[in-house]
């Protein structure tokens, strides 16, 4: 398989960020939270303090290493509950069509009717802040492009010779999703996954900028950026690296489902064969 | 009591009902097919022949179904079993095998993986087991270096192999039945009769019958102790294969055998035009009335127009369908 240079770059930023979230109290210097010391307060970037420190005198580089755990871990799994909704109504309702269809179909339009960030703020009222609503949120609200993709697959793939043999050899109908319609559309859901991972990052940061993400004291990016907020002017290397930190995993994740899809496109497969 | 024959199709009906239209594509059609029997269905595109096929398996899908009609596999009626009970004889008592060998494999899915399915589906082996059975079914197929094979993907294999593959796949559980789709219309020539022989030496090893559908007459004559040719949703005759060279009664048969080059015979040798049928089939929504095929038949008179021709049975089981047989 030959990788497009986006998809190599793309790739390395978000192999850096998952390492940085792995490894981050190995990689930070000091603890993100309790590291506070008002004699550090605000220093600017230098050899020591890398990223300079805040008001309190916490070290930004340390809490920006650990805000890629959250923020990488609401990304990936929100996306991850999103495309295992997306991909299970999308491949029955494709599938089984009729009513079911029908009403597949019409929750999808509502929910791409609705903007996503505004229907996640509403889940975040009612369930209250934190990482296990933030996760509920935005884990339930993306999952419409993904549905639509698997479910226009699974009309084109239904019709394929191999899915009608699979149903003259026996199989049932869950097998013949499993191991026929499921394998055949992994590409696009993937691509896409990949895109909406990109989006998760995003809604998080702009939740917790709102307040409803991630509470202070504890380092998200978007917590960070909400709380860099007043010293934009006075201290802005408070808001300029976590605000990096975002768009590169951002970019990366966006250059990397570009090139996946070059990549998984079927017409550029059977080229090679 | 005798046993009851494997297939038993009687008076079936199948109507196309698409909201619009209501029309029956197949009418009127029996035939029955013993254990290790060999039949063979002809006839030109749109005739019915892949629908009948679809139907002996329950598989007919909207805007197709049987309206009418009995079909029996060994004595039970296929329209009165279960989802489960159905699924249990696809596949498992009565297999396919499809013209395209191309889009009938799954493209992401190694081919053994394929055949091991069909072990793990319907006779309950593990993985492993149902993997190592699959190398034996590959070498069945006479593929060289089945261990080898087992891992490629449908792409990596050739059209012929793949159909090796796909009869593998199809007479992996031992069914009683085999249904072959125009198995080898996508096929190089000299391929072909590869393929042929050995689906034909496996079934007679095995005693599977075989149902052979196909547009070719000279092929299922060769493959088929009987045959049966079908026109407009009919079967206008059914014959031994050898008598139906020798001395066919329809017309309709007769156009076929006369399309077919002979070795020897002035067309072959290029000195005459190969003769053909005048006209084409005629489409489901308009079957003409009468006798389906007297618009493009020589023969036809005034009662052929009007009256549907009753069936006249022929000696050796044969019959044929039409008001001036031979």
Same mark, same amino acid.
Not at chain 1, 66 to 81: P, Y
Not at chain 1, 165 to 182: H, K, P, S
Not at chain 2, 61 to 79: D, K, M, N, S, W
């Given at each position: 398989?030959? *990788?497009?240079?986006? $998809?190599?770059? /793309?790739?390395? =930023?978000?192999? %850096?960020? !998952?390492?940085? &979230? #792995? ?97 996640? *703020?509403?889940?975040? $009222?009612?369930? /209250?802040?934190? =990482?296990?609503? %933030?996760? !509920?949120?935005? &884990? #339930? ?115 990397? &489902? ?16 | ?326």
């Amino acid at each position: 398989m030959k *990788l497009g240079t986006s $998809a190599i770059i /793309g790739g390395a =930023l978000f192999a %850096l960020a !998952i390492f940085v &979230g #792995l490894f981050a109290p190995w990689l930070a210097h000091t603890d993100p939270v309790m590291g506070a010391n008002l004699m550090n307060a605000e220093e600017p970037p230098s050899w020591i303090w890398w990223f300079g420190t805040d008001a309190q005198g916490r070290d930004i580089y340390s809490r920006v290493v650990h805000g890629a755990r959250i923020s990488l871990t609401v990304g990936i799994v929100s996306q991850l509950v999103n495309s295992v909704i997306g991909v299970t109504l999308g491949l029955t309702a494709g599938y089984w069509g009729g009513w079911w269809d029908d009403v597949v179909n019409g929750l999808t339009n509502l929910m791409l009717a609705i903007p996503s960030l505004i229907f996640a *703020l509403a889940i975040m $009222a009612v369930l /209250g802040p934190g =990482l296990t609503s %933030l996760l !509920i949120a935005l &884990g #339930l609200t993306n999952w419409s492009f993904t549905c639509r993709i698997a479910r226009a697959s699974t009309l084109s793939l239904k019709s394929q010779g191999y899915v009608q043999a699979a149903r003259v050899l026996g199989y049932g109908d869950l097998r013949i999703m499993i191991t026929q319609l499921l394998p055949n559309m992994v590409g696009p859901i993937i691509v896409i996954g990949t895109l909406g991972m990109g989006g998760a990052v995003l809604a998080e940061a702009s939740l917790s900028f709102l307040g409803l993400g991630i509470r202070p004291p504890y380092p998200s990016w978007g917590s960070m950026l909400s709380e860099a907020r007043d010293q934009i002017t006075t201290a802005p290397w408070l808001s300029v690296f976590p605000g990096l930190a975002i768009f590169l995993t951002v970019l990366g994740l966006n250059l990397l &489902g570009d090139g996946l899809r070059d990549v998984l496109d079927p017409q550029s497969r059977s080229r090679r064969t | 009591m005798t046993a009851p024959p494997l297939i038993e199709v009687e008076d079936l009906r199948i109507d196309l009902d698409d909201g619009v239209k209501h029309v029956a594509a197949v009418e009127g059609v029996s035939f029955r097919i013993d254990r290790g029997e060999t039949f063979g269905l002809v006839g030109e595109s749109g005739c019915g022949k892949s629908i009948t096929a679809l139907a002996l398996i329950g598989l007919l899908r909207r805007p197709l179904a049987v309206a009418a009609g009995a079909i029996r596999f060994e004595g039970r009626e296929i329209q009165g079993l279960s989802a489960a009970e159905q699924r249990e004889l696809r596949g498992n008592r009565i297999a396919m095998i499809f013209q395209e060998p191309m889009t009938a494999l799954n493209p992401v899915s190694p081919v053994g993986r394929q055949i091991a399915e069909m072990f793990v589906l319907h006779k309950g082996k593990s993985w492993r087991e149902a993997n190592q059975l699959a190398v034996e079914a590959l070498a069945n197929v006479r593929v060289p270096a089945p261990e080898r094979r087992v891992k490629d993907y449908p792409h990596q294999l050739s059209g012929g192999m793949r159909q090796r593959v796909m009869i593998a796949i199809a007479l992996a559980c031992d069914p009683d039945l085999l249904i072959a789709d125009e198995p080898t219309t996508a096929l190089d020539v000299t391929v072909q009769a590869e393929i042929i022989e050995l689906m034909r030496n496996l079934c007679a090893e095995r005693g599977t019958a075989i149902l052979m559908i196909s547009h070719d007459l000279g092929l299922v004559a060769n493959v088929c102790r009987r045959v049966g040719v079908m026109y407009a949703g009919r079967i206008v005759e059914e014959r031994g294969s050898d008598d139906i060279f020798r001395a066919c009664a329809h017309p309709y048969t007769q156009g076929l055998v006369d399309s077919l080059p002979r070795l020897g015979s002035r067309a072959a040798l290029g000195r005459s035009r190969l003769r053909e049928i005048a006209g084409v089939v005629p489409a489901i929504a308009d079957f003409p009335s009468g006798c389906r095929f007297n618009p493009r038949c020589a023969q036809a008179t005034e009662i052929c127009r009007t009256t549907a021709p009753e069936t006249t049975w022929l000696g050796a089981g044969g019959l044929v369908r039409c008001h001036h047989h031979a």
